[in-house]
Antibody, heavy 119, light 107 residues
């Protein structure tokens, strides 16, 4: 069974940093591209970042470019999102999601981890 | 960036009804479109990929169609568990973008 479990969310002050993790199991993690998607409270879905299976190709949304860094450790079956210079508008549930079924389609999602940026 | 616009933003319907949700892309995306269902407090669930392919395990009452800029998600006979929010997502190019969502409510 495919499982994605996010962790690392919490309350952080504006300007602070946080590192999210996503532990993958039930599939060959190193063969799949991965993404982070977020959802602000009561709002819609916003794609945040993509990383290829090898980690050689990375994309970011303009809203996080220069502040967030996506990475992965295929030996540990883990995906990460380092978030720096956090702003109130980064407050959201952050989901990790696997690409599958078709290109750039997200076939499995984690349960999400809440990041709250507030003083 | 490709903008995705869904309509309606919300719809009320009854069990057994047929419901159609539309999604329009700001530029042609061929068949690179996915549909997701999200229930409160839960992660989104993939329903349809490549505009019309049904994800494994998804009931056949869900169907998708369209290509280019105009797409539809149809639920042929609503069931109680179908009341949720639905999102389209273009898979043509980065940044990936989602529609604003369509909330399907019980009438």
């Amino acid at each position: 069974e495919v499982q994605l479990v996010e962790s690392g969310g919490g309350l952080v002050q504006p300007g602070g940093s946080l590192r999210l993790s996503c532990a993958a199991s039930g599939f060959t993690f190193s063969s799949y591209e991965m993404n982070w998607v977020r959802q602000a409270p009561g709002k819609g879905l916003e794609w945040v970042s993509y990383i290829s299976s090898s980690g050689s190709t990375i994309y970011y949304a303009d809203s996080v470019k220069g502040r967030f860094t996506i990475s992965r450790d295929n030996a540990k079956n883990s995906l990460y999102l380092q978030m720096n210079s956090l702003r109130a508008e980064d407050t959201a549930v952050y989901y990790c999601a696997r690409e599958g079924g078709s290109e750039s389609t997200l076939d499995y999602w984690g349960q999400g981890t809440l990041v709250t940026v507030s003083s | 960036d490709i903008q995705m616009t869904q309509s309606p933003s919300s719809v009320s319907a009854s069990v057994g009804d047929r419901v159609t949700i539309t999604c329009r892309a700001s530029q042609g995306i061929s068949s690179w479109l996915a549909w997701y269902q999200q229930k409160p407090g839960k992660a989104p669930k993939l329903l349809i990929y490549a505009a019309s392919s049904l994800q494994s395990g998804v009931p056949s009452r869900f169907s998708g169609s369209g290509s280019g800029t105009d797409f539809t998600l149809t639920i042929s006979s609503l069931q109680p568990e179908d009341f949720a929010t639905y999102y389209c997502q273009q898979a043509n190019s980065f940044p990936l973008t989602f529609g604003q969502g369509t909330r399907l409510e019980i009438k």
